[in-house]
């Protein structure tokens, strides 16, 4: 599947897309945990596009992995961030699972 996939031009710009999302959403601190998903399951992929690993089984993706779900489950962005600001602004809570 991945061999398939490399190297189309819709896959190639989703992914660098992707990427500046992710990252553009954790500096920013805006929708961090919906940035720190997409960065999870992303790196999640890369490994998996790697069966089995050339460099062993532990590689940098399960590190960046690790890190985004922390960032995701740890609640990041409740003091600093975009995040922060809209959550003192708006009343709603429907959303805030959504807010780091």
Known sequence: ??????????VMFLII????????GMVTGFLTRVSAF???VMMFSFYT??????????EVQLI?????FLVASLGAGH???IDALLRKREK???W???LG
């Open 1 to 10: 599947l991945y061999t398939a996939l490399w190297g189309n031009d819709i």
């Open 17 to 24: 897309a992707g990427a500046a999302a992710v990252g553009i």
């Open 38 to 40: 997409v960065g999870t």
């Open 49 to 58: 596009a790697d069966m089995p690993p050339t460099n062993g089984w532990f």
């Open 64 to 68: 960046q992995m690790f890190a985004f």
């Open 79 to 81: 003091i600093w961030g």
């Open 92 to 94: 709603s809570r429907w």
């Open 96 to 98: 805030y699972w959504m």
